[in-house]
């Protein structure tokens, strides 16, 4: 059984379109993440979501949207998709927001066109 | 100037030398891990630390919080070994972790 999945795992759409990305664990943590990994493979925090507490990174467009309908999920909206868009999305999660141990998905290649 | 600072951004080494991959960070922590990731694959979290050593296998991991330095070693290096490792910390209050560049290791045959 797979920790923490993500689907789709491959993902190719043109800009403009409307996209998310879904993620689930299995793990009964209250803490999961959302992760961008750049086309220089930097990883950079987008949000993190801890009891219907969201923080979010300052520097993310609001075009990004993080749904969690319960503790176990957090998907990635991503509406009018843009070129700059394009890269990989980690999902992650942790016991809770000062646990040190993180498991990470297996990740979400975005391509926009 | 990144936080979080890598060291060397590439190697490549012989199978069985004895690989230090070094991270340095400006800021305090709470925790410092070492994630590895292969090509085209997933995260792996190989150590997570606050202080001393660890040791899993032909991986060990050290960390000197006065320093603010910590390193990954791997005896006797394969090349299945070969990946990105990245370092990345957890600062005091902060949510999430912030990452190093990544250092790019090939170990040939």
């Known amino acids: 059984d797979t920790a923490v999945s993500q689907t789709p795992k491959y993902l190719v759409t043109q800009m403009g379109n409307d996209k998310s990305i879904k993620c689930e664990q299995n793990l009964g943590h209250d803490t999961m993440y959302w992760y961008k990994q750049d086309s220089k493979k930097f990883l950079k925090i987008m949000f993190s979501?801890?009891?219907?507490?969201?923080?979010i990174n300052e520097t993310v467009p609001n075009r990004f949207s993080p749904k969690s309908p319960d503790k176990a999920h957090l998907n990635l909206h991503i509406n009018s998709l843009e070129l700059g868009d394009s890269a990989v999305y980690f999902c992650a999660s942790s016991v809770s927001r000062t646990s040190e141990n993180i498991y990470f998905g297996e990740g979400s290649w975005l391509t926009v066109v | 100037k990144n936080e979080v600072e890598q060291s060397p951004q590439n190697l490549t080494a012989q199978e069985g030398e004895f690989i230090t991959i070094n991270c340095s960070y400006s800021v305090g922590i709470s925790a410092l891990h070492w994630l590895q990731q292969h090509p085209g694959g997933g995260i792996v979290s190989l150590f997570m630390l606050s202080s001393g050593k660890k040791k899993h296998g032909r991986l060990i991991a050290t960390i000197n919080i006065q320093e603010k330095h910590s390193s990954l070693h791997i005896t006797a290096s394969h090349p299945r070994d070969s990946a990105v490792y990245i370092c990345a910390v957890r600062s005091w209050g902060a949510d999430g972790l912030t990452f190093g560049k990544g250092t790019h290791l090939i170990i040939q045959p």
């Open positions: 979501y801890n009891n219907k507490e969201l923080i």
